[in-house]
Nanobody, 123 residues
Framework: VQLQASGGGLVQAGGSLRLSCVASGRTFNSYAMGWIRQAPGKEREFVAAITWSGRSTYYADSVKGRFTISRDNAKNTVYLQMNNLKPEDTADYYC?????????????????WGQGTQVTVSS
C-alpha cells in the first residue's frame, strides 16, 4: 500500500489543523493506520492509531483530549484532527499502516509509511 499525507502547515499555539492520508490499493481496510511524528533532533514517536474497523483508537498521552484519529474506508483515507496545538507538537507527521493484531503504539510495527507532512506551531 502507498500512502500520501497532507494538511500540514504553520499555525499559532491554540490553533487547529487536520491531516489527511490517502492510501492507494484495494486493501486499505485490511490495515490499522497510525500517525507517528518526528520532531527536529528527536526520534520518531507514536501519536495515534485506529483499527481497520475504526472501532478502536489509541493515543499517546501527550495528545489525548486534543487529537482525534478517524478513517473513511470508502475513501481510503485516515485523518488526524489536531486541536489546541502546542509548540511541542511541531514535527514532521507520518501516516503508516500496520497489520491487524500488531502493537499499534510501537512504531516499529508499522509496515508501510508515507512521506511526512510538516506541522509547525508557533508560540
Amino acid at each position: 500500500v502507498q500512502l500520501q499525507a497532507s494538511g500540514g502547515g504553520l499555525v499559532q499555539a491554540g490553533g487547529s489543523l487536520r491531516l489527511s492520508c490517502v492510501a492507494s490499493g484495494r486493501t486499505f481496510n485490511s490495515y490499522a493506520m497510525g500517525w507517528i511524528r518526528q520532531a527536529p533532533g528527536k526520534e520518531r514517536e507514536f501519536v495515534a492509531a485506529i483499527t481497520w474497523s475504526g472501532r478502536s483508537t489509541y493515543y499517546a498521552d501527550s495528545v489525548k483530549g486534543r487529537f482525534t484519529i478517524s478513517r473513511d474506508n470508502a475513501k481510503n483515507t485516515v485523518y488526524l484532527q489536531m486541536n489546541n496545538l502546542k509548540p511541542e507538537d511541531t514535527a514532521d507527521y507520518y501516516c503508516a499502516a500496520a497489520y491487524s493484531g500488531s502493537v499499534y503504539t510501537d512504531r516499529s510495527q508499522y509496515a508501510y509509511w508515507g512521506q511526512g507532512t510538516q506541522v509547525t506551531v508557533s508560540s
